[in-house]
């Protein structure tokens, strides 16, 4: 079972989550320059980057900007004050019992390390002394987490959009949650100094559904009976796994759940949809073309071994399937420009 939120076992007051992607490297930076060692927290990061990338260097760079002692987390160790952990690529970050939590669990909103999953976890485990922030990126990572960070007792900062590099991210929870703090990046280190040294706020009951989903991540299970009781089934496949999807329940961002715990916003499964019809037709486009090669070889073999009748009829063949070929990549190019129509945005 998930560990009740209102222990301290460890005595680290808070737990601060950081969360960025595109052009977060520079504005983690920023906010880290501001907190120092003997800070009574600990900090942990998810921020997107390659799979390749090395998450020992990115731990260096912040070391270069902050007091804190930074490294890559690494699976077991325990939290210590003053200390700020990186997620390494492809695994998920999370913590339980006063120590972190790495795992080859599935990719959520096609992330891994997924801003979403350490959010929720921390959320969980350390309840009102979680303090949640969103920085710079694109697409939604982070907002569903943010979410439960706020119905645990937590805090939430965002980066304010109009700075942000890229703000879909800082937005999305915008939009979504009610925010305690929405700043610049130079504001941020003394909104947390000052958090820490005010009372923490009221302790909050971790909602069921939001535990539940925090136990499926940790232990990288698939239960169905457990699933049914956060969410309803749907009519949608994953497109990872080809699984059954289903929609969670009070989700500001309409997810949707497979059994083998893949995870995606209704705008990422939107996006996934599009790609993969994209995809089908570049098949059958692939599948025709090698048909064309083939009748070409075989009228042309035909055609010298004198069976002119059968050259004649494998031509015909050859001229109809050009034909399709042509067809499906002009209604290619149409559904391209359908389905790559920016949306509306706001004022």
């Known amino acids: 079972m998930v560990a009740n939120s209102k222990e301290n076992v460890s005595g680290i007051r808070n737990i601060i989550v950081i969360g960025a992607s595109a052009g977060g490297l520079p504005a983690i930076n920023e906010v880290i320059s501001g907190l120092s060692a003997d800070m009574d927290v600990a900090v942990m990061v998810v921020i997107h980057v390659s799979k390749k990338s090395n998450s020992q260097h990115i731990a260096n760079s912040f070391q270069k900007n902050t007091e804190l002692n930074c490294g890559v987390a690494v699976n077991g160790i325990p939290l210590k004050k003053g200390h700020l952990y990186v997620a390494p690529p492809e695994h998920q970050l999370l913590v339980k019992n006063d120590r972190l939590l790495l795992t080859s669990g599935p990719h959520e909103n096609k992330y891994r390390p997924s801003i979403d999953v350490l959010f929720r976890s921390a959320a969980v485990h350390y309840g009102h002394r979680t303090i949640g922030i969103i920085l710079t990126g694109l697409f939604e990572d982070g907002t569903s987490g943010m979410y439960a960070i706020k119905r645990c007792g937590g805090l939430c900062i965002i980066q304010d959009p109009g700075e942000a590099q890229f703000s879909d991210m800082p937005r999305s929870v915008l939009n979504k949650i009610k925010v305690d703090f929405q700043a610049e990046l130079k504001e941020i280190p003394a909104i947390i100094?000052?958090?820490i040294t005010q009372p923490l706020p009221s302790e909050k009951p971790v909602p069921h559904e939001i535990r539940i989903e925090a136990e499926l991540t940790e232990q990288m299970m698939s239960d169905i009976n457990e699933i049914k009781k956060i969410a309803d089934h749907s009519d949608f496949v994953c497109p990872d796994c080809g699984g059954g999807l289903w929609a969670l329940k009070n989700d500001?961002?309409?997810?949707?759940?497979?059994?083998?715990?893949?995870?995606?916003?209704?705008?990422?499964?939107?996006?996934?949809?599009?790609?993969?019809i994209e995809e089908s037709i570049w098949v059958s486009i692939r599948m025709l073309e090698e048909k064309e090669n083939l009748l070409l070889l075989m009228a042309k073999r035909e055609n010298t071994e004198g069976d002119f009748k059968l050259s004649e009829f494998h031509e015909n063949r050859l001229t109809e399937v050009r034909k399709h070929i042509d067809r499906f990549k002009s209604l290619l190019n149409l559904l391209n420009e359908d389905l790559h129509k920016s949306p509306p945005t706001e004022e």
């Open 193 to 195: 100094n000052k958090i």
């Open 252 to 276: 500001p961002l309409n997810r949707y759940r497979c059994h083998t715990g893949h995870v995606f916003t209704e705008k990422i499964l939107h996006d996934l949809q599009d790609k993969k």
